[in-house]
């Protein structure tokens, strides 16, 4: 019977280990290009943004 329960919390133990070692993987090259397509996107939207204000400031007649 002690036996089996050490087997058991053995058993857990490990997969808890396999679990959390898993889960801190370091980032692929996949991810890292990723990331830096979302950073080029949201470079892009805020240029988008404002350039739409300095059309809607110029057709407003207002200049900066």
Same mark, same amino acid.
């Given at each position: 019977?002690?036996?089996?329960?050490?087997?058991?919390?053995?058993?857990?133990?490990? $997969?808890?280990?396999? &679990?959390?070692?898993?889960?801190? %993987?370091?980032?692929?090259?996949?991810?890292? =290009?990723? @990331?830096?397509?979302?950073? $080029?996107?949201?470079? &892009?939207?805020?240029?988008?943004? %404002?350039?739409?204000?300095?059309?809607?400031? =110029?057709? @407003?007649?207002?200049?900066?």
């Amino acid at each position: 019977m002690k036996l089996e329960k050490f087997a058991r919390n053995a058993l857990i133990m490990i $997969a808890l280990v396999a &679990a959390i070692s898993a889960c801190q %993987k370091p980032e692929g090259p996949a991810e890292r =290009a990723g @990331k830096e397509v979302d950073k $080029a996107t949201e470079k &892009a939207g805020q240029q988008i943004e %404002k350039a739409g204000e300095n059309i809607q400031d =110029a057709a @407003k007649g207002d200049h900066k």
